[in-house]
Antibody
Framework: EVQLVESGGGLVKPGGSLRLSCAASGFTFSSYSMNWVRQAPGKGLEWVSSISSSSSYIYYADSVKGRFTISRDNAKNSLYLQMNSLRAEDTAVYYC?????????WGQGTLVTVSS | DIQMTQSPSSLSASVGDRVTITCRASQGISNYLAWYQQKPGKVPKLLIYAASTLQSGVPSRFSGSGSGTDFTLTISSLQPEDVATYYCQKYNSAPKTFGQGTKVEIK
């Protein structure tokens, strides 16, 4: 059974940093690109970042470019999102999703709250 | 960047009604279009990929069509469990933009 489990969310002050993790199981993690998608409270889905299976190709939404860094460790079946210079507008539930035909499997999400 | 525009933003229909949601891309994306269902408080669920291919386990009352810039999601007979927000997403290349969502309610 495919499972994606995010962790690392929490309350952080504006300008602070946070590192999200996504632990994958039930499939060959190293064969799939992965995405981070976020959803602000009461708002729609926003694609944040993608990373290819071997980390050769990495993409970011303009809203996070220069502040967020996506990475992965295929030996540990894990996906990461390093978030720096956080702003109030980064407050959201962050989902990791397997990138197959869009996003065929999603984690339960981890809440990031940026507030003083 | 390619923009994805859904319409309507919300709709209310009766049980058994045929419901159609439209998604328009600002440039052609071939058939690299996915539809998701998100029920209140739940994780998004992939319904349709490649514009018209039903994801395994999704009821056959859901269907998708379109190619290029214009796409539709159809629910042939609306059921109470279909109350949700529906999103389209382009996934051919980054940015993998979502539409703004369509909230479906029962009248």
């Amino acid at each position: 059974e495919v499972q994606l489990v995010e962790s690392g969310g929490g309350l952080v002050k504006p300008g602070g940093s946070l590192r999200l993790s996504c632990a994958a199981s039930g499939f060959t993690f190293s064969s799939y690109s992965m995405n981070w998608v976020r959803q602000a409270p009461g708002k729609g889905l926003e694609w944040v970042s993608s990373i290819s299976s071997s980390s050769s190709y990495i993409y970011y939404a303009d809203s996070v470019k220069g502040r967020f860094t996506i990475s992965r460790d295929n030996a540990k079946n894990s996906l990461y999102l390093q978030m720096n210079s956080l702003r109030a507008e980064d407050t959201a539930v962050y989902y990791c999703a397997r990138d197959d035909q869009g996003g065929d499997y999603w984690g339960q999400g981890t809440l990031v709250t940026v507030s003083s | 960047d390619i923009q994805m525009t859904q319409s309507p933003s919300s709709l209310s229909a009766s049980v058994g009604d045929r419901v159609t949601i439209t998604c328009r891309a600002s440039q052609g994306i071939s058939n690299y279009l996915a539809w998701y269902q998100q029920k209140p408080g739940k994780v998004p669920k992939l319904l349709i990929y490649a514009a018209s291919t039903l994801q395994s386990g999704v009821p056959s009352r859901f269907s998708g069509s379109g190619s290029g810039t214009d796409f539709t999601l159809t629910i042939s007979s609306l059921q109470p469990e279909d109350v949700a927000t529906y999103y389209c997403q382009k996934y051919n290349s980054a940015p993998k933009t979502f539409g703004q969502g369509t909230k479906v309610e029962i009248k």
